[in-house]
T-cell receptor
Framework: EPEVTQTPSHQVTQMGQEVILRCVPISNHLYFYWYRQILGQKVEFLVSFYNNEISEKSEIFDDQFSVERPDGSNFTLKIRSTKLEDSAMYFC??????????FGSGTRLTVV | EDQVTQSPEALRLQEGESSSLNCSYTVSGLRGLFWYRQDPGKGPEFLFTLYSAGEEKEKERLKATLTKKESFLHITAPKPEDSATYLCAVIRANQAGTALIFGKGTTLSVSS
């Protein structure tokens, strides 16, 4: 069964550093998403991406965050200057037309 | 404000003891309601999509139903392998309509 692949599975970074989280969505999917889950809290929507542009973003997705589809297979989330409160599990998802999302296993980001 | 509330937060069942999980929502125009299963350290795994009141979906021991204000996930004769956190999410019928709004989930433990 097709999977969404995320790398790395765990990343530790210093506060103020830039991080790039990487995702390989399912190949025939059209929509791509990033969600995050702070430990013990609900899964929160960050951004959706369709046809090479952002289609929707949440209040969390401020100027610190950016997304890119640098080639035909990868989808990345960049956090420019990490803060302690950015520590969370970050999930990438992709979908066809119905935005139900097939989720990856996540990247655990720890900011120290 | 759009909200998804799940109850109970945690549920302990004996193997074979049927029960129901509740998801109540307030959203400005419901486009769809989704149920997911999440195992520890993993991303949400899609179970069902419901679109209109009265709709029902079934998969093995799980059955999801939808009314105008809430959804239920019925678990019939659960087994230990059904232990997980069950998440409910909705999508609004706004212009973009791509963001899943999640509840906090119900953590189910089934003992043998």
């Amino acid at each position: 069964e097709p999977e969404v692949t995320q790398t790395p599975s765990h990343q530790v970074t210093q506060m103020g550093q830039e991080v790039i989280l990487r995702c390989v969505p399912i190949s025939n999917h059209l929509y791509f998403y990033w969600y995050r889950q702070i430990l013990g809290q609900k899964v929160e929507f960050l951004v959706s991406f369709y046809n090479n542009e952002i289609s929707e973003k949440s209040e969390i997705f401020d100027d610190q965050f950016s997304v890119e589809r640098p080639d035909g297979s990868n989808f990345t989330l960049k956090i420019r200057s990490t803060k302690l409160e950015d520590s969370a599990m970050y999930f990438c998802a992709s979908s066809e037309l119905i935005p139900k999302g097939t989720f990856g296993s996540g990247t655990r980001l720890t900011v120290v | 404000e759009d909200q998804v509330t799940q109850s109970p937060e945690a549920l302990r069942l004996q193997e074979g003891e049927s029960s129901s999980l509740n998801c109540s929502y307030t959203v400005s125009g419901l486009r769809g309601l989704f149920w997911y299963r999440q195992d520890p350290g993993k991303g949400p795994e899609f179970l069902f999509t419901l679109y209109s009141a009265g709709e029902e979906k079934e998969k093995e021991r799980l059955k999801a139903t939808l009314t105008k204000k809430e959804s239920f996930l019925h678990i019939t004769a659960p087994k230990p392998e059904d232990s997980a956190t069950y998440l409910c999410a909705v999508i609004r019928a706004n212009q973009a309509g791509t963001a899943l709004i999640f509840g906090k989930g119900t953590t189910l433990s089934v003992s043998s």
